[in-house]
């Protein structure tokens, strides 16, 4: 399942959508379950009431208040028909002379009665409701009062005990049917309410969303995004609220860019206005070094022209970070040959004995020479600085994902990297001691170097080795003959 997926169904909408499906399902699960318990027990009463005034008034009218000796068969007869009807079965069962409690035969009546019922209905008239084989009844039994009997023999005029068995199959149906009705009613009530819920919803989230994206698009550098303010409430506030800080920060970013690109179009200015005449400096100061002698002015003579290339050095750095800023600077690519490039870097600068070079003969990369002249320049020069020999320089092919390139690193056996400079050695005008400003650098190698080789699409990366020192590691995507990458 995609992360879009898992939003969807964790978001803010279905979470307020489904409150509100819980909070409906709620209310109709208890208005169903409480009318169902009102008619259940208004229906069951009902027939209940019925068939106990049906074996009262049977009683009351087939059992006079004299009764004549042995009439009980005739009573017997007319309480049975009186009381039997259509799913109603009724059973008269004789009193017995020594007092003792008389129970239906098996089968007379549509369930069974006990004798524990049957004792309680002698005291008057008592019901039960039993189920079945699925099915409900309504057990009740009854003894006649308030009649007389012959002085002689009682026995012969004591009346007969009734049992009456009802089926309730029919308030059964009724309760199936009122309780399918509720589970329509509450489906139709919670379909009703999940809709009402996402429109609901949707009407809330509606202006979050136009807040989210108009954020996304503010962070993505568009500052002129702005959100329509729609009515008065809360939401509309935050969208003013909103409007007013894009229009603040669209104000103070603009305000920082111009001052930047004042400060870079000064820079890259002061730059070039210097190095035309620091060149003749450079030029008469060297002249003057060389023809100087040993001590006193001599040695002023020869710091002057030190310092002098030095400034030079840094003129020349000024103006290619200045052209990185301007996003003038381009590259000129050619085919290059791995191991003559570095050994001509290394000639170039008088360093091809003070390091150890390793990497096959036959490797070319499609780079720029100038450029990748610079960043091999800076790396070791910066180990020759800051760092202790031995210092190698190793390179080689190899694949990063589907593309294949360079790797080439330079490594020392110095200190390694300061842990306060280990995450912004490539910034600039970082130094490794900020107390020295002589015969340091400018700052900025580190940071050229990574420039050029973001500008090949490559990666710079420094870390420290677990045997002491650090090293740099470069990679640059190209292709070309030979060892092809």
Not at 175 to 184: G, K, Q, Y
Not at 273 to 280: A, D, G, I, M, N
Not at 330 to 336: E, F, K, N, P, Q
Not at 368 to 397: C, E, K, Q, W, Y
Request: charged share 25%; net charge positive.
């Amino acid at each position: 399942m995609t992360g879009l997926a898992i939003r969807r169904f964790t978001g803010l909408r279905m979470r307020l959508a489904a409150a509100f499906t819980a909070v409906a399902l709620l209310a109709a699960v208890l208005a169903s379950g409480i009318s169902y318990l009102l008619l259940r027990r208004a229906v069951l009463h009902r027939a209940q009431d019925a068939v106990l005034n049906d074996v009262r008034g049977a009683l009351a009218q087939q059992i006079p208040a004299e009764l004549p000796p042995d009439a009980q068969p005739q009573v017997q007869a007319a309480l049975e028909e009186a009381l039997s009807a259509p799913g109603r079965r009724a059973v008269a069962v004789p009193m017995r002379r020594d007092g003792g409690v008389s129970v239906p035969p098996r089968g007379a009546l549509d369930v069974p009665v006990s004798r524990e019922f049957a004792r309680s209905a002698m005291r008057g008239v008592v019901y039960q409701r039993i189920v079945r084989d699925g099915a409900p009844y309504l057990l009740v039994g009854a003894r006649a009062t308030g009649y007389r009997t012959s002085r002689d023999e009682p026995w012969r005029t004591t009346p007969p005990m009734v049992f009456v068995s009802a089926s309730l199959s029919r308030e059964a149906a009724d309760l199936r049917l009122f309780t399918r009705a509720l589970v329509i009613a509450g489906v139709a009530a919670l379909a009703a309410a999940v809709a009402l819920a996402l429109l609901a919803t949707r009407g809330v989230l509606g202006p979050v969303r136009r807040l989210g994206a108009a954020a996304r698009a503010l962070g993505e550098g568009e500052l002129q995004t702005r959100v329509d303010v729609r009515g008065r409430d809360e939401l509309a506030d935050l969208a003013r609220t909103f409007n007013g800080t894009a229009q603040a920060l669209e104000r103070t970013v603009t305000e920082l860019r111009a001052m930047e690109t004042a400060s870079r179009r000064f820079v890259a200015d002061v730059s070039h206005e210097l190095r035309t005449p620091l060149t003749s400096m450079i030029a008469a100061t060297g002249v003057l070094a060389e023809g100087a002698g040993p001590g006193g002015d001599g040695d002023v003579i020869r710091l002057v022209a030190a310092e002098t290339r030095r400034l030079g050095r840094l003129i020349e750095h000024l103006i290619d970070i200045s052209r990185f800023d301007a996003g003038a600077a381009t590259l000129v690519l050619d085919d290059v040959n791995v191991a003559e490039a570095v050994a001509a870097t290394l000639e170039a600068r008088g360093w091809r004995d003070r390091l150890e070079v390793a990497g096959p003969a036959d490797l070319c990369v499609r780079l720029d020479p100038r450029r990748f002249d610079v960043i091999v320049a800076n790396l070791v020069g910066n180990a020759f600085t800051h760092g202790r020999p031995p210092v190698s320089l190793r390179f080689g092919a190899q694949e990063r994902g589907a593309a294949r390139g360079l790797r080439l690193v330079v490594a020392d056996r110095g200190p390694g990297l300061p842990g306060d400079l280990a995450d912004v050695v490539f910034d600039r005008f970082v130094k490794a001691e900020a107390a020295r400003s002589r015969s340091e650098g400018s700052g900025l190698g580190l940071s050229i170097a990574k420039e050029n080789a973001v500008l090949h699409g490559g990666t710079l990366e420094a870390a420290d080795r677990p045997e002491g020192g650090a090293a740099f590691t470069l990679w640059l995507p190209g292709g070309a003959e030979g060892e092809r990458v």
